[in-house]
Structure formats: structure tokens, C-alpha cells
């Protein structure tokens, strides 16, 4: 695939896009695919004035960028349009230009409904108030009964249970020490915090054991197996972690951006030599 138009430069922003896997995942595959496009991190911190990001998204080079924490909102505040589930959510991990206006998608969403696989949840456990917990809400859509929120930012909480109840969903905000209480049973727990980066973290809802049915949904990845998914493979639970998000959410992105279906095998090649590189 040789792109016949100026437009080659996608990026990653977010307050530590210079440590996400994305640009490694998405430089070989172009190269595979015989492109020109290039993947490059944008590190852009918290509260920085966002007027600049924009205008640089409308150069002529740029094709697209993903967007990750915690500017998921202003993604989707920013853009000149957006899809149903970015209207929903108020979150989009990706921007793509089209002349001088910046449409804003969430694959995020798609990669959650693709990996919870349409399971009814009696409870769902949500660790995290952002952008990624907002995707996970909209996924549940018409799927939990019930949904316990968490965050240190309390106002992200009481937004998201408002969210939640916008959804038919009965929802409730607690405090991190309370959310523990509610671990045991949960029939989903949603990991959507970096709790799980470092090495010596622990499981994202402390050392409790859960219930024989729960699904784990971890959205860190890192070179090492995260506490949350190393306990939920020790209780024998299902679960997805943070690679199988990353690739489910990169995948989701190929036809948006009118891929190669190709890309899709390229995808999965690539997480998997990363992941055994790491």
C-alpha cells in the first residue's frame, strides 16, 4: 500500500505517549504494509492549553491520532464531529482529519464489546473514572443491572454514574476503600486506573478473592504480567488485559483509516513479537 497524498503523520497524545507501545505496534506494521504513513508519541501533560494540539492536527501531513489520558474528553469536546458512541461516552481515543475539520471515533468501545463477547454482568466494578471507564459504561449499555464507581477525582465518579444512569443502569459512587468491599461480588471488574504499571503494585482491587464468575478487564498493559491479571489467572478466571485491549482497539481503527485487511495479521504479528521482546 503506497499512499498517494501528502498526508503521512499520525500521532499518539497523551500525558506519557513517549512510553505507550502504539508507536512501536504501528511503525512496523506501516513498514510491512509498504506505506509511508509514521506513528510518532506527542507527550502532552495534563492541563496544558490544548490549542496548539489542535492546530497542529490540521496540518496538511497529519492523517489521524490516537488519544490517550487523560485527554480522552478533550478528544471528543474538540472535534467537528463525532459518532453516536463518542456522543455517548464524551471520550475519543481517535481523531482523524478530513481537510480542516477533526472527526473523533472510540475504538475503545468497539474493543470492549468485542472482548466482553455480550455477557450480561449483574455487577460491574468500575476502578477509574476516565476516558477508558466512559468506553467500558457505553459498552455495558443494555448489559448490567448495577455499576460501582471509584476514583480519587470525585466529580469524574458522579459524572460517570450519571452516565451510567443515562443507560439504564443503576449506579453508585464509593470511596477507593469502599470499592474493595464490593470486589468479592462483582461479576466484572474494571481495571481502568495504572494501578498495575509498576512491578510491585497490587491487584487493582487489593488481595480479596472474587467470584467463581467474574471477568477481569484490565486495561494496563506493560512488559511484565500485571498483579490484577496474574490473580485473576491464579482464581482461574476469565479475564482481558491491557495487549488484548491494545490490539482490539488498533484493529478496530483499519477500516476507519482504510487499511490494508491485511493489517488486522500484521497487528497481531507484531504485539506478539513486542510482548515477547519485553
Known amino acids: 500500500m503506497e499512499n498517494r497524498t501528502p498526508a503521512h503523520r499520525l500521532f499518539l497524545i497523551g500525558s506519557a505517549a513517549s512510553s505507550a507501545m502504539s508507536p512501536g505496534l504501528w511503525g512496523p506494521v506501516f513498514e510491512e504494509l509498504g506505506s509511508s504513513w509514521t506513528y510518532e508519541a506527542w507527550d502532552v501533560p495534563a492541563g496544558q492549553d490544548m490549542s496548539g494540539v489542535r492546530a497542529a ?29 463518542v456522543r455517548l461516552s464524551g471520550a475519543s481515543n481517535l481523531l482523524v482529519r478530513d481537510g480542516r475539520r477533526l ?10 464489546v468485542e472482548l466482553l463477547g455480550g455477557r450480561h454482568q449483574r455487577h460491574a466494578l468500575m476502578l477509574g473514572a476516565g476516558g477508558a471507564a466512559r468506553a467500558t459504561l457505553v459498552a455495558l449499555a443494555g448489559l448490567a443491572d448495577r455499576v460501582t464507581i471509584t476514583d480519587k477525582d470525585l ?17 453508585a459512587a464509593v470511596s477507593w476503600a469502599e470499592s474493595r468491599d464490593h470486589a468479592p461480588g462483582a461479576s466484572l471488574i474494571v481495571n481502568a486506573t495504572p494501578l498495575g504499571k509498576g512491578i510491585d503494585d497490587e491487584p487493582a482491587w487489593g488481595q480479596s ?66 510482548r515477547a521482546d519485553g
Open 155 to 171: 466529580l469524574a465518579s458522579q459524572q460517570l454514574v450519571d452516565l451510567a444512569a443515562s443507560l439504564g443502569m443503576e449506579a
Open 209 to 274: 478473592q472474587l467470584s467463581p464468575d467474574a471477568f477481569v478487564y484490565d486495561f494496563v498493559y506493560a512488559g511484565h504480567t500485571t498483579a490484577t491479571i496474574a490473580s485473576a489467572k491464579a482464581q482461574g478466571l476469565a479475564y482481558a488485559d491491557g495487549w488484548d485491549h491494545l490490539r482490539a482497539q488498533a484493529a478496530a481503527m483499519i477500516p476507519i483509516l482504510g487499511l490494508a485487511p491485511e493489517t488486522g495479521t500484521l497487528l497481531g504479528r507484531t504485539l506478539t513479537h513486542i
Open 103 to 112: 472527526n473523533a471515533h472510540n475504538t475503545d468501545i468497539t474493543a470492549v
Open 57 to 85: 492536527m490540521l496540518e496538511a501531513d497529519v492523517v489521524a491520532a490516537n488519544v490517550t489520558m487523560p485527554h480522552k474528553q478533550w478528544a471528543a469536546g474538540t472535534a467537528d464531529t463525532v459518532t453516536g458512541p
